[in-house]
């Protein structure tokens, strides 16, 4: 499972060359390197590769761009290493909702944000790792042996941003 990844929000007018590189370094870069590194067992046993994406690679939210757009490569990806490694190794993805992990505690002790989370979430409520560890295990499982290239959206069903960042308009 490759599921390092990261960014800071950021206005569009403070994204450099240098973070946007940075950004994908860290969310695609380091997932092909490490999958390249485990090719050799991976095909000896018919493994499994599950990438971590994110919601903000499927959808657009001020201020995530650079996350948002490194994202969407990890997921297209995942596409990609599912077609180069098949029949042997399987390769998919989750993109990840608003979950309660350490990199939303800094908001999700805020009432009025956590409640606008909530709000702006189908099911009405921010997930928990273990609803990201269920999908991975899913697709880790001989339940999934049928299952290559596809991401799975583990997010509550949402379709945007479940939080608004405080970006002035232009």
């Not at 999908?135 to 499982?141: A, E, I, K, P, T």
């Not at 001989?142 to 960042?165: C, F, H, N, Q, W």
Request: net charge negative; aromatic share 6%.
């Amino acid at each position: 499972m490759n599921n390092a990844g990261g960014s800071p929000p950021a206005a569009i007018t403070d994204v450099t060359a240098k973070s946007f590189e940075a950004a994908f370094h860290f969310n695609v870069t380091t997932a092909l390197a490490l999958t390249q590194a485990c090719i050799p067992q991976l095909v000896e046993n018919h493994g499994c590769v599950v990438n971590i994406s994110s919601m903000a690679g499927r959808t657009a939210a001020r201020g995530l761009t650079q996350y948002g757009v490194a994202k969407a490569g990890l997921s297209h990806l995942t596409r990609y290493l599912a077609t180069d490694l098949n029949p042997k190794v399987r390769v998919n993805g989750i993109a990840v909702g608003s979950t309660a992990t350490s990199a939303l505690e800094t908001v999700l002790v805020m009432p009025e944000i956590r409640d606008a989370m909530i709000a702006n979430t189908p099911l009405r409520f921010i997930g928990e790792p273990e609803d990201i560890a269920l999908g991975v295990l899913y697709l880790s499982s001989p339940a999934a042996r049928y299952v290559t290239g596809k991401i799975i959206e583990i997010d509550g069903g949402t379709e945007s941003s479940t939080l608004e960042m405080p970006i002035p308009d232009f």
